[in-house]
């Protein structure tokens, strides 16, 4: 059984640009959420995906958007950086939306200059 | 609105002495609780969760936790800590389609 992966690991971006994170689901899981961890925070919600559809979403402005695949893989973007998106994003992914635990990935950490 | 809150930043503990990393909720209707570790530049890795039923629960590598509804605490516990325990715990709940985290305690376990 293959674990949720995340690409890529490191991220050097400058303010303003956009940045595109990918995520693939463990095997059997159709539901993908997104998290921002900022050093020495928790985890903060972004939103989540279900079957291709947005299914919830944290206090994160329409700059960071996502989107899910077919095969349930995903994808976070984040457009016009601002220096404190630097964080560790985290993907994790679940078997379906009624099934609280949540098995996550090992993370994207991006820097924005 | 629902949170956990882990009120110590750091915790040490001898190697071989038991060990205790505290969390308390605030959550609406029955709490699902959980606990997660995170090693440096890794992403979380599952301990246990609450649900509902025994009070006291058991997970991974060792760890357990208690569930006490009258304190609303689910403090984290391990009757002998290893050096490899050594990591950062986060508290979590779950929303209607999320986690919410607690700030995170760091624990030091002194060889």
């Known amino acids: 059984e293959t674990g949720v992966t995340q690409s890529p690991t490191h991220l050097i971006k400058t303010r303003g640009q956009q940045v595109t994170l990918r995520c693939s689901s463990q095997?059997?899981?159709?539901?993908v959420s997104w998290y921002q961890q900022a050093l020495g925070q928790g985890p903060q919600f972004i939103f989540q995906y279900y079957r291709e559809e947005e299914n919830g979403r944290g206090n994160f402005p329409p700059r960071f958007s996502g989107l899910q695949f077919p095969n349930y893989s995903s994808e976070l973007n984040v457009n016009a950086l601002e220096l404190d998106d630097s964080a560790l994003y985290l993907c994790?992914?679940?078997?379906?939306?009624?099934?609280?635990?949540?098995?996550f990935g090992p993370g994207t950490r991006l820097t924005v200059l | 609105a629902q949170s956990v809150a882990q009120p110590e930043d750091q915790v040490n503990v001898a190697e071989g002495n038991p060990l205790t990393v505290k969390c308390t909720y605030s959550?609406?209707?029955?709490?699902?609780l959980f606990w997660y570790v995170q090693y440096p530049n890794r992403g979380l890795q599952f301990l246990l969760k609450?649900?509902?039923?025994?009070?006291l629960v058991k997970g991974s590598y060792g760890f357990e936790a208690e569930f006490n509804k009258s304190q609303t605490s689910f403090h984290l516990k391990k009757p002998s800590a290893l050096v490899s325990d050594s990591a950062l715990y986060f508290c979590a709940g779950a929303g209607a389609n999320n986690l919410f985290f607690g700030t995170g305690t760091r624990l030091t376990v002194i060889p």
């Open positions: 994790a992914s679940s078997p379906d939306t009624s099934y609280n635990e949540q098995f």
């Open positions: 959550v609406s209707g029955n709490p699902y």
């Open positions: 095997s059997g899981h159709n539901t």
């Open positions: 609450y649900i509902t039923g025994d009070n």
